[in-house]
């Protein structure tokens, strides 16, 4: 009898992102999975505690997905960084609607929030428009509201836009935030 080929946690888990990026995260479930895999669901439940484990780690996997749009959008120059990391946002929800919305449209009312994460952001627009850090929170918090608007427009299918009319409306939406912060001055 040939012996059985070992499925490994890494294999499980691009087979579970491939799964939602091309079905949604509806279809995230071990009978689905295990066919996508060709086997049973043992090797699942071997290699993790319950599918909300595995979840779990496809919502980290998409991030670094989503994290990998973001650092090329910026490598390539054609923005500001700000504004690079704005029209990968969008980008993404374009692209990636499936792990887009597993990310970024999904209840996270037991996540934890932490103002760490942005802090460098506060810290450019700081430095960018010259306001204080709680008016620059601010000002990224009306900025990325607008932001994920149109992502989500997108995503849903409510809106198409093409990449030129996405990077004019955020050049209106942040040349009127910058006028009406620098204007309280």
């Not at 990026?21 to 995230?28: I, N, P, V």
């Not at 599918?51 to 120059?77: H, P, S």
């Not at 704005?86 to 970024?104: D, H, P, S």
């Amino acid at each position: 009898m040939p012996p059985k080929i070992k499925i490994q946690k890494e294999e499980i888990i691009c087979a579970a992102t491939e799964l939602v990026r091309e079905k949604g995260e509806d279809a995230l479930n071990s009978r689905n999975l295990a066919k996508a895999l060709g086997c049973s669901t043992q090797p699942l439940f071997s290699n993790f505690e319950n599918m909300e484990e595995l979840r779990g780690e496809v919502i980290k996997r998409a991030a670094v997905i989503y994290g990998g749009f973001t650092k090329d959008e910026i490598e390539k120059g054609n923005y500001p960084a700000y504004k690079a990391s704005g029209m990968a946002y969008i980008r993404f929800a374009k692209e990636e609607r499936e792990l887009f919305t597993l990310l970024f449209m999904r209840d996270r009312t037991f996540e934890n929030k932490s103002d760490d994460e942005i802090e460098p952001i506060v810290k450019m627009i700081m430095g960018n428009v010259g306001i204080s850090h709680e008016d620059a929170k601010l000002f990224h918090l009306e900025m990325w509201s607008c932001v994920h608007g149109i992502a989500a427009m997108i995503a849903t299918d409510y809106l198409e836009l093409d990449t030129e009319l996405v990077s004019l409306m955020l050049t209106d939406i942040y040349q009127g935030l910058r006028a009406r912060f620098e204007s309280r001055g």
